[in-house]
């Protein structure tokens, strides 16, 4: 059996243990939940404020999304500026080359006493001498055309690059003001979850967790009971087995926002990064990766393909098999194994198509 066939049994075996023990906390702890106090009239429940945080995290999700495009589309921003002035340089070299060649025939025509290449022929000794001189004068006269043509040419390039780049520095003025935008509305968001989550008790935070296991196992239990994994059969490919086996080694690590690794990652910065460590550039966010990459059914879904989430396409995992995702879920959480059902799927796409 090979290494990533292992990891991927242990990743189901450990998936399967995760749901067993959801299952079980969810039947011990009723007991506890109903000799847990009432909320104070017009107080939150606790599975209220689970709910309310969540979306605060998906939100912050969805803004990350924006930041993340918006940096990635800024720096290939700034490469075209790069390659402009490159470009501009380029030119200005052109026309200084050109110019002196124009003032090469210039004083060439200075030291001839300035009288016009035609007069001087027209007194040559011999007709020979006078046709092969008319010749001549024809080939100077259109490399002065083209000289001319060509200094125009490059002046108009020149002209174009100027666009071109005040074009792309406005381009950059505006995603830096969406990264900033998107930025605050992260930290708000985050903040608010978190401010949210530090007025619970320590009793009320480890219910607040075994909800949340409860709401994923809910909905992967309702996700498995349509039979959905008698349908799923394909094999990873070779760059999907390598894309796994990356996602699978940062299993732990935490969840930060904007993050590509090594040490920490967001949801679509561990699915970039995976694949990338495969051979295959993806785009950065989990909206790009869903507009850009071929879409294929949840039926044909094999380890290495890529699962968008929610309505929005705010989060992303990677599909390990057996009914399973690996995804880093959100701030205050690490890198984890998941059931593929856990929450909406909106479409899965496949990197290597």
Not at 220 to 232: M, P, Y
Not at 295 to 304: F, H, L, Q, T, Y
Not at 314 to 332: E, F, K, L, T
Request: glycine share 8%.
């Amino acid at each position: 059996m090979g290494t990533v066939e292992r990891r991927r049994r242990r990743g189901a075996s450990a998936l399967t243990l995760l749901c067993a023990t959801a299952l079980l906390a969810v039947s011990a702890m009723t007991g506890v939940a109903q000799a847990a106090p009432a909320p104070a009239p017009g107080a939150k429940s606790l599975e209220q404020v689970r709910q309310e945080i969540d979306e605060l995290y998906r939100q912050a999700g969805t803004a990350t999304d924006a930041y993340n495009l918006a940096e990635s589309e800024a720096k290939a921003q700034s490469a075209k500026i790069v390659e402009i002035a490159k470009q501009v340089v380029a030119g200005q070299d052109r026309i200084t080359a050109l110019k002196n060649r124009a003032g090469a025939a210039a004083r060439a025509q200075y030291r001839s006493g300035g009288m016009p290449a035609g007069a001087r022929l027209a007194l040559s000794g011999t007709p020979s001498q006078f046709l092969d001189g008319a010749d001549r004068i024809r080939q100077g006269e259109k490399a002065t055309t083209d000289l001319l043509s060509e200094m125009n040419r490059t002046q108009s390039d020149l002209q174009q690059y100027a666009k071109d780049a005040s074009a792309q520095w406005e381009k950059l003025e505006a995603n830096r003001i969406k990264q900033e935008n998107a930025k605050k509305q992260i930290e708000e968001k985050i903040k608010s979850a978190e401010t949210l989550e530090s007025k619970l008790e320590a009793e009320e935070k480890a219910r607040l967790i075994q909800l949340e296991q409860e709401a994923q196992y809910k909905a992967q239990t309702a996700w498995l009971s349509t039979g959905v994994l008698k349908e799923i059969s394909s094999s990873a490919s070779e760059s999907g087995k390598k894309a796994v086996q990356y996602a699978t080694a940062q299993m732990g690590k935490p969840y930060v926002w904007g993050a590509e690794g090594p040490d920490s990652f967001d949801c679509s910065g561990l699915t970039s990064q995976a694949w990338r460590a495969a051979g295959r550039g993806i785009p950065r966010t989990s909206q790009e990766q869903l507009r850009l990459l071929p879409k294929v059914a949840i039926k044909d879904m094999r380890p290495g393909d890529l699962i968008i989430y929610f309505d929005d396409a705010s989060h992303v995992g990677m599909y390990v098999g057996d009914g399973a995702m690996i995804h880093a879920p959100r701030p205050g959480r690490n890198v984890t194994l998941a059931g593929a059902g856990s929450m909406p799927i909106k479409a899965v796409v496949r990197p290597d198509a």
